[in-house]
T-cell receptor, first 114, second 114 residues
């Protein structure tokens, strides 16, 4: 049983560019959440997708957007990249809407913005 | 607003020692959920426990135990007879009653030396 998978593993972009990160949830899970983890800090909740809609959102600007597909996989898009967007981006999946459910995390995508 | 504080940034112990990781939280909700996650060097967050605010029973799982004290807004985590494999960053997290706000603490890096 495959767990949560994310791609790519690492990514290097320059300021102003746009990036798309991908996530496939654990089998049987229908909800995907995204987190940003800056170096040496705890993860920060970006948003959660359930039934192909954004259901919950943390304190992130509109430059951060996402999508969930009918097969429950998800994408995170970040536009107009800033140096401060450099971080580990974690995807987590769970069953059912609500960020209080047990979440299973992927290994993350390390984004570096130069 | 809600907040999670993990005052211990880094802890170093020798194998077989017991160690307690502190977590103090702030919330205005009377119902909420508390979590502990482990993040090994691989980067993938691993769920350890979820506790809702109505359940103040302490829990033990093998060498792990959790002490939830609502009166002091603390949810501390103890590892008994620590092992080198316990070396990781541990995060405490809080979800509000509405299930739309998730806050992680800054994490405690635990180093267990042989």
């Amino acid at each position: 049983d495959a767990g949560v998978t994310q791609s790519p593993t690492h990514l290097i972009k320059t300021r102003g560019q746009q990036v798309t990160l991908r996530c496939s949830p654990k089998s049987g899970h229908d909800t995907v959440s995204w987190y940003q983890q800056a170096l040496g800090q705890g993860p920060q909740f970006i948003f959660q997708y359930y039934e192909e809609e954004e259901r919950q959102r943390g304190n992130f600007p509109d430059r951060f957007s996402g999508h969930q597909f009918p097969n429950y996989s998800s994408e995170l898009n970040v536009n107009a990249l800033l140096l401060g967007d450099s971080a580990l981006y974690l995807c987590a999946s769970s069953r059912g809407q609500g960020i209080y459910n047990e979440q299973f995390f992927g290994p993350g995508t390390r984004l570096t913005v130069l | 607003a809600q907040k999670v504080t993990q005052a211990q940034t880094e802890i170093s112990v020798v194998e077989k020692e017991d160690v307690t990781l502190d977590c103090v939280y702030e919330t205005r909700d009377t119902t909420y959920y508390l979590f502990w996650y482990k993040q090994p060097p691989s980067g993938e967050l691993v769920f350890l426990i979820r506790r809702n605010s109505f359940d103040e029973q302490n829990e033990i799982s093998g060498r792990y135990s959790w002490n939830f004290q609502k009166s002091t807004s603390s949810f501390n985590f103890t590892i008994t007879a620590s092992q080198v494999v316990d070396s990781a960053v541990y995060f405490c997290a809080l979800v509000n009653n509405a299930g739309n706000m998730l806050t992680f603490g800054g994490g405690t890096r635990l180093m267990v030396k042989p």
